[in-house]
């Protein structure tokens, strides 16, 4: 069974570097990929053709500023802006989409959900109708109660998948969220079809830095990989921009263990 690492990046410089220390692929960030010139994008297809190195797992590209739960929000408007930026994105290799923005999905806190729900919903349905052109998949990132009010489990994602109605639509999971998400690795076995991509940083940093897990860093990693494992997980396991060749040693050496 094999797995494909990832790392993520914040500038095309990074794009070299995870390509450099054995990286399979890499993980933009929304503004890298929502503010890359055209000329770059001709670059990097050649970077995704000639070295393989491709943009596989990216974020929903919609600006930061963007709530999809918020009254007056215009799905039709945005329609246009996903189909250019997925199918852009589907030429950098881009396989899966990713919506780990908590923000973006926030219901109001007093006065009936019903609405902002109802638009999420629509949002997804839309999303994975426009995603499913150039096949790729739209992943939910279950997100704990200080990023967000809704979908903050496995099981309340699941409990919308047949409202939505797609099939091109599945979960994302990050190391760091699991006990945010009420989620054990022995649980992992419940959730095996849904499971298709993996954060991995170390648990013990601080919620606004992303660190990758190192040999002596004070975690044992061994569990969640093994429970991936477990689950027959073969997607792509993303480490934060500051990995690089030793860190991504480290993470093989225990995946094969």
């Not at 093994?226 to 060749?245: K, Q």
Request: aromatic share 8%.
């Amino acid at each position: 069974m094999a797995v494909r690492w990832g790392m993520m990046v914040e500038s095309l410089s990074s794009v070299e570097e995870a390509l450099e220390a054995g990286f399979d692929c890499v993980q933009p960030t929304a503004s890298l990929i929502l503010n890359l010139p055209d000329e770059d994008v001709n670059s990097q297809q050649r970077l995704v053709k000639d070295r393989g190195m491709a943009f596989e797992v990216c974020p929903v590209p919609l600006p930061a500023d963007v709530r999809v739960t918020e009254r007056g929000f215009n799905l039709f408007a945005w329609l246009e802006h996903l189909k250019k930026a997925i199918h852009r994105l589907s030429e950098l290799g881009c396989r899966k989409l990713t919506w780990s923005d908590g923000r973006a999905r926030l219901l109001p806190v007093e006065g009936d959900q019903t609405v902002a729900k109802e638009q999420a919903m629509q949002f997804l349905y839309m999303l994975c109708e426009v995603a499913a052109e150039w096949e790729i998949i739209v992943l939910v990132e279950p997100l704990g109660a200080r990023r967000t009010n809704f979908l903050n489990t496995l099981e309340e994602f699941r409990s919308i998948l047949p409202l939505v109605g797609k099939e091109n639509l599945s979960a994302a999971i990050s190391l760091r969220e699991l006990s945010a998400i009420g989620l054990s690795t022995a649980a992992f076995a419940s959730y095996d079809r849904l499971i298709k991509h993996v954060h991995m940083e170390n648990p013990l940093s601080s919620d606004r830095v992303r660190v990758s897990p190192r040999a002596g860093d004070g975690y044992e990693y061994g569990p969640f990989l093994r429970a991936l494992r477990g689950i027959d997980y073969s997607g792509v396991i993303s480490l934060p921009e500051e990995a690089d060749l030793s860190a991504l040693t480290y993470c093989k050496q225990i995946w094969n263990e």
